[in-house]
Every structure is written in structure tokens, then in C-alpha cells.
């Protein structure tokens, strides 16, 4: 039994390399060649590439949350023990789950192209050619699935106790926290794979050429980058707020009352109520124990039902080719309707349309669109973020207009144009071949770039 | 006494599709039937789209029909796909073998997943590797060799598990001339050692010189089936090639003088 088991394990070595190559490809978008090229040149580049990114991503999870730590000791001030249970509870509430929920987005924001080619079943093709069971290809595909997030897994799964132990030195409570983090891991794998499907869908998908799925292509690529993005921003409010937010709950007469309802939450907060249950058993309420145990099950059973409903997913993957199957009455194609038409467009025109198009096919490009924006907001919130200590509003609202002009005069054009740049290396394949002016190239560029520009200022204008 | 490799009877298979937001319904096989015999060389041919591609997938049970019977060694390929599917060899239009990988890896993996004997197999990848010129390509990843290569090494991967049946879907798409003498004469030996052969081409010299039987297809039909004799006789060609008996029986050989006089008028308006 154990030989079979790392049997599939090593043979899903093989998979998975195969899924992360597809993974980078579609990434890279039109930028395939060069990758390629690095892996002419370097057989082993690939599996480099996979360590790397795994080991860095590992680390990402397990030290990313610890920066708001150190760049906001207050939060150090606050998990100082205090006599009160009911205050301890509430402050340990809040602030851990906030670190349970930058996990698992950075587990997701790691993860999402790996589970997304993954879910597509490209890699599965060519083994359902081969005589493998369906039973054994199941087996083969969690192998697959859990060697492409091993670490990261783990990671997650060590990362809560390591920064309780660090911040409370509370042995019991850090194995707590330990037991907790597996099932907190497993919903966060169920998570990623929703998502993953949810990508694959509409990224790796060839039938439906309609307007409307190019439309919610780039809307999910947009929904994607911002909430990824975003949810870094909002954690790095909610850092800076923390002192207030939780003061509100730890002041307010009915502390207790809060922490029974938030205790009753199931995500984030029920698993990490019942572990602050073990920070002083006796003294814990026995209300607070009820709620808390409630809360925890409660995270239990969706972890359960989530768990559920991914392995019916993962096994759709490694089913026959995918079809679409509709009840709305279908026809055949008339030769007669089909109209072949031309529009006539100036070369620049044509351009920036082809360099709007591509943004929203592959990711890579439309980061290197959407980057710079969000880069520029990103930098003149942490910069702006110090300037809360300067007590006179007027000297407040001027620095921050001229960090603002700043970084918007500056990072985002460089980083435009450096986007734009490598858009266009990118299309080399297919431009090399046309007759382009490369004044014509740069035509497009500029104004391409001075409406990205423009929107921006106009949205700080406000 | 003739042995049935292959049985197809009245296989029907439709995809839909949704295109401008309307949903479009291909018959891409529309009531097929073939046998194809042990000891056979079988082609099918067909212009593009006619539905050789999706009638091999139907045989390996990659697809499931909308109606019909297969049996293939006697076996309903979507049920007992894996018995199928331990007897084939099976080349995809595109190559579908794991690119990242590199062929020394490849053969490693199948060699595990088919469990066959390590030794015999190396010598059998190496004899293929030789006669095929791509024994300097065996440590280079899969992706980043040219076309004709891939291809290559697709077909070894297919045939070291000494298959009864080969099912090759354009094997010849991208090889150079040698290769392909040394896939004919792969494919003739497979043939003479009881082997059957089914595979779809668009290369008629090939298909005249290998073929015994040949199938041609056209929008999901079978529009004619036999030896090339057969088929000059159901086209009324006598003495024609097989590119003229194809063309007349997928009904084609009139519109390609009138395409070709148009494209000349137009070009000379220009
Ligand atoms: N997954 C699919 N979804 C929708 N339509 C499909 C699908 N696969 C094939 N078709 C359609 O079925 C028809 C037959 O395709 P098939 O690939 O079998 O042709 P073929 O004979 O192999 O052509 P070629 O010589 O170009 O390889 C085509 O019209 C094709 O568009
Ligand atoms: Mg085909």
C-alpha cells in the first residue's frame, strides 16, 4: 500500500512539471518564445523555476504578515497580556484572523495559475490516451494537485503557530493552533480550487467566441489583479487602524457580548476563538466555550462540505474531453449568414487596438497595463500613510497632493513605458512579419500611454 | 478467415458550439460504418474537418457518441477503454505528449505507466531513436524541438509497447523524407507481423502506396470504402490516381476549376 502511494508520488513528478509548464506558458502569454529559449539553453531550467517558486512563495506566506508586525508595533502593545479573558479573547479574535485571512490570500494569490492550469485538464489529455484507470488517474491527479502546493501548503499550515509562539510564547497554545491550521489549509486548498476552475473556465476555454466571454474574460483578469491587490491594501489599513478598531470592541460595555457573536462566526473567527479557549481554560465563561465550540464545528462542517464539493471538481477534470452541453435548441451553420467583414482603420488605430486586445487575453500583458496604476496607488498610500502624525490638516492634505503628483509624474509613466516596451517585444512574432513604420508603433504608444496617464490623473482629481 | 480489429456501425457524434451567441450544432460524424481487419493497413481520408479526427477519439473512447456501435478488439471503447487503450498505439493530430518533459523522461514515464520491461525497452527507444535521426534530441525538452522531431518522438512513443494496433492520427504531418520511409516501412512490418494499422493522411501517394483499404470521408459521411480498385470502380475513374478518384467522390473536382478560374479572374483584375 505505502510502495503504490509513492509510486503515484513519483510518478506525479512528471505531471506536475507538466501543469507548471503549461501554468508559466499561459502566463507568459505571448512571451512564450522566450521562455522557451531559457529552457533551450538550460534543460533543468524548468524544475529551477518550480523549486524557487515554491520556496519563495512558502516564504511569502510565512513572513509577508509578519512586515505589518514590525512596521506597526502597536499591534505588539495590544497581544500584551491582560488580565481580562473577555479582552484577551476579543483582541486575540480580531487580530488573528486578520493573519488567517492574509494567509489564505497569499496562498491564493501564489497558487492561482498552478490550480488554474490544473483545473483546465490540458495536462490530462494525453493521459487519458494512455490505459490508466479512471480510479488511478484520480489518484494521479491529487499527487498532482498536492506537488504543485506542497510547501505553500505547509507553509500555511506552520505559519499560524510560529507567529503565536512568536508573539505569545504560549506552547500550548501554538499546538492548538497547529491542530487548527490543517483544516484551515484544507478549506484554503478548496478555496484555491473554486477559484482555479473558476479561471480555467474562462481563460483556457475555446468554444464560446461571443462578445459576452471576452467581456468576462477581462472583467475576472480586472477582478483578479484588484482584489489581490486590494486585499493587501485593506490589510495594511486594517493594521494601521487596528488600536481603534479593537479598542472599540475591548471599551464597549458589552464585550462579552461581541465575543459570543463573533465567537459564532465560523471563518476566521470560530477556530481561532476556540484556541484562545486554551489560553486559561478555567477561566474562560462557559457561554464563551459553547459559542466558541459552536463556531469551531460550524468551520468544521463547511471545511467538510467545501472539501466535498472541490473533489467532485477535481474529478470532472480528468473526465472524458470537455463538452458543452446546452438545453437551449441548437442549429446548423448557415453558410449564408456568415458575413466576412473588413473594417477599414489607420495603422495606429489598428495598433493600439491590437495592444488593448492582448492586454486582455493573456495576464501578463494586462498587468503590465494595470500594474503601474495600481503600483502608483499603492505607493502614495504608504507614503502618505506616515503623514497622519502631522497634527495640522491644511500641511496633512498639502504633502499629500505633492506625494501624489510625485509618484503619478514619475513611477507610473516609467512603468508605462516600460509595460508598453515589452508588450511590443512580445508581439514580435506576429509584427515582424508586417510592413509597420515604427513611427506608426510609436504613435499608438504615446497615445495609448497619455489615456492610461490621463485617466489616472483625472481619478486623483477628484 | 478474416479477423475484425476495428467495427464501426452508424456512428454519430455532434458538437455544439456557441458562435455570435447562437448555438450551432456540427455533425461531425454522421453515421459512419467501417471494419478494419488484422493484417490490414486501413487510411481514411477526407478534407479538413470532414471528421477523421473525431472518429479516431471515438474509437479510443476519448468521446463519447451520440449513437452507434464501436467495438475494437471486440471491446466497447466506452466502457472497456483501458484494455483498448493497452493494445493501442495512438498518435494524436497535435502532439499531445507532455512537452516540459524531455523524451529520456517521456519514455520513463510510460514505460512506469504501461509497466513494461525496462531493458527490451531501452533497446527498442534506442533502435527508434537511430533509425529516426533523433537520438541527439533525447535530453532536450520536448517544447523546444522543432515539429518534424516532436513528432518523432510521439510516434516512438506510441509503438514501444509492441501495440496490435496503430491508430495514427496525420503521422506523417511535418517528417522529412527519410523519416517517412522509415515510418513506411515501420508500418508495413507492424502489418506482417499481424498487426493492424488505422491511420488518417492527406499525403494520397502515401495512402496509394501503404494502404490496402482506405475509407473517404466527407462532412461525416462515408462517401467511399475499399481497395483503390474498389474505389476507381465507385467513382467511375478507371486508371484514374487516387487524388482524382478522391476529389470526384468528395465531390470536389468540379469546384476546384471553377475556384481556380475565379481566383485567376480575380487576380487579374487586381
Ligand atoms: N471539440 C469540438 N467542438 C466543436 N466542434 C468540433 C470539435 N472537434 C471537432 N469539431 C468539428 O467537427 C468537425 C470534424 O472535425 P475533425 O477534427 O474530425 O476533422 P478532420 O477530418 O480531422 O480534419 P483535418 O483534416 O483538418 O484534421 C469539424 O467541423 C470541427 O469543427
Ligand atoms: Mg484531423
Redesign the interface.
Known sequence: MKNKLT?YYS?AK??S??V???AQMKQAGSRQAKF?EK??KN?KY?GRMVLILKIVSSFMIILLPLIYLISVPSVLDLLKPSGNIEITAITYGIVFSIFIISYMTYLILFGLYTIGAFMSGD?F??L??????KKKLRKYAFMTLFRSIDLQLISLCVALPILIMILTQNVVLMLMSFLISIPNAILCLCVLIFLGEKISRVIFSK??????SSRTKILVFGLIISVSIGMNLILQFIFYGIEGFVSFFTLSPDTHVWNLILSLIPYPFGPIYFITLFISPTNVPPLLILTSTIGFLLFLGITYVIGKKALKSIKSVIG??K????R??????KLEEINIKIKESTTTIAYIKKDLTTAARDPQSAMLLIMPIMITIIMILSFSSGLTEVSDLNIQLLSFLMISLVMISTINPIMLVSGLMNMEESGSTITSALPILPRDQAKAKLILMILIHKQFLLLFQR | MTELIIEVQNLKKY?????????????AVNNISFNVNKGEIFGLLGPNGAGKTTTI?LL?????PNDGNIRVFGLNPERED?????EIG?V?EEP???????PK?LFN??S???KLDPLKTEKKVKEYLESLDAIQYY???I??LSHGNKQKIQIISAIIHNPKLLIFDEPLAGLDAKSVKVLKEILDLHKENGGAVLFSTHIMKIAEELCDRIGIINKGKIVGIGTIEELRKQSNKIGASLEDVFLRLTEQDKSVMEIIKKLRASFNNK
Open positions: 509510486e510518478m512528471f505531471i512539471r507538466e507548471f509548464y503549461e522557451l529552457c533551450e534543460k524548468i495536462s489529455n494525453w487519458r490516451t494512455l490505459p490508466i484507470s468554444e464560446n467566441t461571443s462578445k459576452k472524458t474531453e463538452e458543452r452541453k446546452s437551449k435548441s441548437s442549429q446548423e451553420l | 458538437f455544439e458550439q456557441i458562435i455570435n451567441d447562437q448555438n450551432i450544432q456540427t455533425k477519439k479510443l473512447g476519448l468521446l463519447e483501458i484494455k483498448i487503450k493497452e495512438y494524436a499531445l505528449i507532455f512537452r516540459s518533459l524531455t523522461d514515464f510510460i512506469s505507466i504501461r535530453e532536450q525538452i517544447d523546444t
